[in-house]
């Protein structure tokens, strides 16, 4: 470790879209126009920027309006918004003649990475955080340090000290009870990668397992991709369910929806979760599912079906043998099981939270909890913790039993980022004012 002591306001754990929309907040935050600047230091253990780079397949569009980027909801004027990229890129009067509110997925990417090309001084990538300790001192901990290993080829180790952490590690890649990933067997998470990896000229059949937009994307794709496979999609239901993205049901994912969830019973907010859950989770835009339905349609008038739906079903077991893999499938209409051999198997199973607990270590020893023994998170993200830890930790994503379906989402990325920059802020005048 180096000699030169690192002390930040602000210490970003990961740099996906959450943190990147924080940096673009404290970039634009009042307190640089003052003189006083809330320093900050990113770090990332991906080599790059990437946001679900495995999902950029040709023909997905975002499911949210070009709108809800990195600021603009925040501040309209902002040179991070996606309009000020689409000038940059001289494609502002193409993309107003598309008249299109969703863009691609490919090209929202482009534009994370656009707005990350100017903040390569203040993040680090490869690097991974290998501890966070409070510091052995008498009174109130008003700092934590944490130390990082580069993953690359230096190996080496940086420790820097932060008044501030900001968590935003991502989700976690959720599989099927008993199945393991493999060359054969894939979590949509990966599934670009491992398919240009794929000889495909020996793929016969492929199944996919979900019900949501992953699940249906992937199926479109490989079917449009191998013309000579057959695509068996799985699904517990009997078709995939349409997202309502009907002006009233996206209220919830306005910033104001917030609040009502925050400050609401725990009835009411069981009842965000049933009455909504439809506008995000396990569900499917409508153009996509047309677009399955014709697929299929038109194999049948040709006399070729090769997109399978196995709807009603659920996959038991999971064996591999070479380069065969043999799934015992149970029927829920008929309480029967049956065989199923296919070349790959894709899981588009979604996600599990984020969970900051093992990422926090003896950090994690002075955070409240409820009395579910989930964490205990204020209205501004920050969790709550004992009275001898005044440093703020604060959390952009694994909040959704405190802050509901928008916690983690791109939704609500740009008021998120500029209400953790502004607690960071007047927490800090605070302390200041207390020094004196």
Do not use: C
């Given at each position: 470790?180096?000699?030169?002591?690192?002390?930040?306001?602000?210490?970003?754990?990961?740099?996906?879209?959450?943190?990147?929309?924080?940096?673009?907040?404290?970039?634009?935050?009042?307190?640089?126009?003052?003189?006083?600047?809330?320093?900050?230091?990113?770090?990332?253990?991906?080599?790059?920027?990437?946001?679900?780079?495995?999902?950029?397949?040709?023909?997905?569009?975002?499911?949210?309006?070009?709108?809800?980027?990195?600021?603009?909801?925040?501040?309209?004027?902002?040179?991070?918004?996606?309009?000020?990229?689409?000038?940059?890129?001289?494609?502002?009067?193409?993309?107003?003649?598309?008249?299109?509110?969703?863009?691609?997925?490919?090209?929202?990417?482009?534009?994370?990475?656009?707005?990350?090309?100017?903040?390569?001084?203040?993040?680090?990538?490869?690097?991974?955080?290998?501890?966070?300790?409070?510091?052995?001192?008498?009174?109130?901990?008003?700092?934590?340090?944490?130390?990082?290993?580069?993953?690359?080829?230096?190996?080496?180790?940086?420790?820097?000290?932060?008044?501030?952490?900001?968590?935003?590690?991502?989700?976690?890649?959720?599989?099927?009870?008993?199945?393991?990933?493999?060359?054969?067997?894939?979590?949509?998470?990966?599934?670009?990668?491992?398919?240009?990896?794929?000889?495909?000229?020996?793929?016969?059949?492929?199944?996919?397992?979900?019900?949501?937009?992953?699940?249906?994307?992937?199926?479109?794709?490989?079917?449009?991709a191998l013309p000579d496979a057959t695509v068996c999609a799985i699904m517990p239901s009997y078709g995939y369910s349409i997202a309502d993205d009907t002006p009233f049901a996206n209220r919830i994912f306005d910033a104001d929806a917030v609040d009502d969830y925050y400050h609401g019973t725990q009835r009411s907010k069981d009842s965000f979760w049933r009455y909504h859950k439809n506008t995000n989770y396990g569900v499917v835009d409508d153009e996509v599912i047309r677009d399955l339905h014709q697929r299929q349609y038109d194999d049948e008038v040709r006399g070729t079906p090769r997109l399978e739906f196995l709807n009603l079903s659920r996959v038991d077991t999971v064996k591999q043998t070479g380069d065969d893999v043999r799934l015992t499938m149970h029927s829920v209409r008929n309480d029967e099981t049956y065989q199923l051999d296919v070349d790959v198997l894709i899981c588009a199973t979604g996600y599990d939270s984020m969970e900051p607990t093992e990422l926090l270590g003896e950090l994690e020893g002075h955070c409240l909890r409820d009395q579910e023994g989930r964490f205990r998170v204020e209205r501004d993200y920050r969790l709550a913790t004992t009275a001898d830890v005044s440093c703020g930790v604060y959390l952009q994503g694994g909040t959704e039993h405190t802050h509901g379906l928008a916690s983690s989402l791109l939704s609500n990325i740009a008021i998120r980022s500029g209400e953790i920059a502004d607690s960071i802020a007047e927490r800090r005048s605070t302390r200041q004012y207390s020094a004196a």
């Open positions: 470790m180096g000699s030169k002591e690192e002390v930040y306001e602000v210490v970003g754990i990961g740099f996906g879209p959450s943190n990147l929309s924080l940096a673009v907040a404290l970039e634009e935050h009042e307190s640089k126009e003052s003189g006083q600047p809330l320093s900050a230091a990113f770090f990332e253990r991906q080599p790059t920027l990437g946001w679900h780079r495995n999902m950029l397949l040709p023909s997905a569009k975002m499911q949210i309006s070009f709108l809800k980027d990195l600021a603009t909801f925040r501040n309209p004027a902002s040179r991070f918004s996606f309009i000020s990229y689409l000038h940059a890129a001289g494609r502002l009067a193409q993309f107003v003649n598309n008249q299109e509110f969703f863009p691609t997925r490919q090209e929202f990417h482009d534009y994370l990475e656009w707005a990350e090309s100017s903040f390569a001084d203040r993040v680090t990538y490869s690097s991974e955080v290998l501890s966070i300790k409070l510091p052995r001192a008498d009174g109130p901990a008003d700092h934590v340090e944490v130390e990082m290993r580069d993953t690359g080829s230096r190996g080496a180790t940086r420790l820097v000290k932060a008044r501030n952490i900001v968590v935003s590690t991502g989700l976690v890649p959720k599989m099927p009870s008993g199945v393991a990933r493999d060359e054969r067997i894939w979590h949509s998470s990966e599934f670009l990668e491992k398919f240009r990896k794929l000889d495909q000229s020996g793929v016969k059949r492929v199944a996919v397992v979900g019900a949501g937009q992953s699940a249906a994307e992937i199926v479109r794709f490989v079917y449009d």
